[in-house]
């Protein structure tokens, strides 16, 4: 039995990384509606703007995005009004009793001052969708809907070491109409908690 078990690890591992949005992808359930700490009920396309779409699989309880919290909304506050949306989506169904309840969303996004949207994935449906597996783990739709980055925000954790800013390139590339460099980097941060077992 300890055989067939070492045997099935690294499947299951590799699995969960080949089931990854491709990119070129379109949005998947775009239309599905997601409860918002404003209470409002609201989808993908709701947030899509004028010149894309930012995804941010987030959470409450990760230090990898307590290190990156203060880049995302840097992010946001140069980005939106350049007509991208954004959301960040907790999908850590697994902790909800244990810091990634929508209260805890509401207390989170008021502190740190979210100025975007911050949704529940109830059921991590949308994570699964996406092939999301960590937090931060982000998913850039140029205004076609189709996925032009994905994977990681930079290149460190530590903001003043960061070399590269593969989103910010990949925004600044999409909004000039112009094919982003850099498509895809690996994720790195917490993994996302899709069961309570």
């Given at each position: 039995m300890k055989k067939i078990n070492l045997l099935i690890l690294p499947l299951l591992f590799v699995s969960s990384f080949a089931t990854e949005l491709e990119i070129?992808?379109?949005?998947?359930?775009?239309?599905?509606?997601?409860?918002?700490?404003?209470?409002?009920?609201?989808?993908?396309?709701?947030?899509?703007?004028?010149?894309g779409l930012l995804v941010v699989f987030s959470c409450n309880t990760c230090p990898f995005v307590d290190?990156?919290?203060?880049?995302?909304?840097?992010?946001?506050?140069?980005?939106?009004?350049?007509?991208?949306?954004?959301?960040?989506?907790?999908s850590n169904e697994g902790t909800r009793n244990s810091g990634d309840n929508l209260k805890d969303m509401k207390n989170r996004a008021k502190k740190a001052k979210y100025d975007f949207f911050y949704t529940l994935?109830?059921?991590?449906?949308?994570?699964?969708?996406?092939?999301a597996t960590k937090t931060p783990h982000i998913f850039l739709f140029?205004?076609?809907?189709?996925?032009v980055y994905r994977g990681a925000i930079d290149d460190n954790s530590k903001a003043n070491r960061v070399e590269t800013n593969y989103l910010m390139d990949a925004i600044d590339a999409m909004i000039a109409g112009k094919k982003v460099g850099m498509t895809s980097t690996k994720a790195i941060g917490c993994t996302i908690k899709f069961t309570s077992n």
């Open positions: 070129g992808s379109k949005i998947p359930l775009a239309n599905v509606k997601m409860e918002d700490i404003s209470g409002k009920d609201i989808s993908l396309n709701d947030v899509m703007g004028d010149n290190a990156w919290e203060d880049r995302y909304i840097k992010v946001s506050n140069e980005y939106q009004e350049k007509g991208v949306g954004m959301v960040a989506i907790n994935d109830k059921g991590s449906k949308l994570a699964s969708a996406f092939g140029n205004k076609k809907g189709e996925l």
